[in-house]
């Protein structure tokens, strides 16, 4: 029981004494009867007075940033621009989806990439978030004309599957990201803000 509801109905349970208190002081004999009435409607206040809903929204904003290090194993096959990088890292998050969900606390994430000619690569990365409970929300996030060996790139983002509180939650968004190091072995550093839904 909230000590917010307790308080009110302490509160009413004192308001209706000093009602009998007065009455008293004209038929004293009342009182007896009045006091054990008035703690019972305090109880009762307590008792009946709505709580307030502490249900995981059904839809809202996920918000998030990490700092994921990462390590690539490349592939250099016999034909032009065919470059495959295969990566896997895990580092920490902050952030959440809505109130009452919980806060992550790490991320882990593995991709592929591929050059699709001279300037341009084409990449897919999933990335699993975990939050204080030991929920997972797993992630898809695929960038928008990612430029070879570039600096920084604007991904779209999309939540794919979950588990506990995150089970069913469907969702989509952006996600910026910066990068720093070399091809084989680099941090990146993202920024994700997308809605979701529960069923």
Not at 11 to 20: F, H, K, R, V
Request: with cysteine; hydrophobic share 40%.
């Amino acid at each position: 029981m909230s000590a917010l509801r307790i308080l009110i109905g302490v509160l009413a349970a004192a308001t209706i004494t000093q009602i009998a208190v007065v009455k008293a002081d004209r038929t004293r004999g009342a009182l007896r009867g009045i006091l054990p009435s008035a703690l019972a409607l305090g109880v009762a206040a307590c008792l009946t007075l709505p709580t307030a809903s502490a249900e995981t929204p059904k839809e809202g904003t996920c918000r998030s940033t990490s700092t994921v290090d990462f390590k690539s194993t490349l592939h250099y096959l016999r034909a032009p621009y065919a470059l495959i990088a295969v990566y896997e890292g895990s580092g920490s998050v902050q952030g959440g989806c809505g109130p009452g969900q919980g806060a992550f606390v790490k991320e882990q994430c593995f991709g592929l990439n591929a050059e699709k000619d001279a300037s341009t690569v084409a990449a897919l990365t999933y990335c699993i978030d975990t939050d204080q409970d030991g929920d997972e929300l797993v992630w898809k996030f695929v960038p928008e004309d990612l430029v070879y060996a570039a600096s920084f790139s604007n991904d779209l983002s999309e939540i794919v599957t979950g588990s506990g509180k995150y089970d069913g939650m469907t969702g989509k968004g952006k996600t910026h990201c910066e990068y720093r190091g070399h091809m084989d072995e680099w941090t990146a550093i993202c920024t994700n803000e997308s809605s979701f839904k529960l069923p």
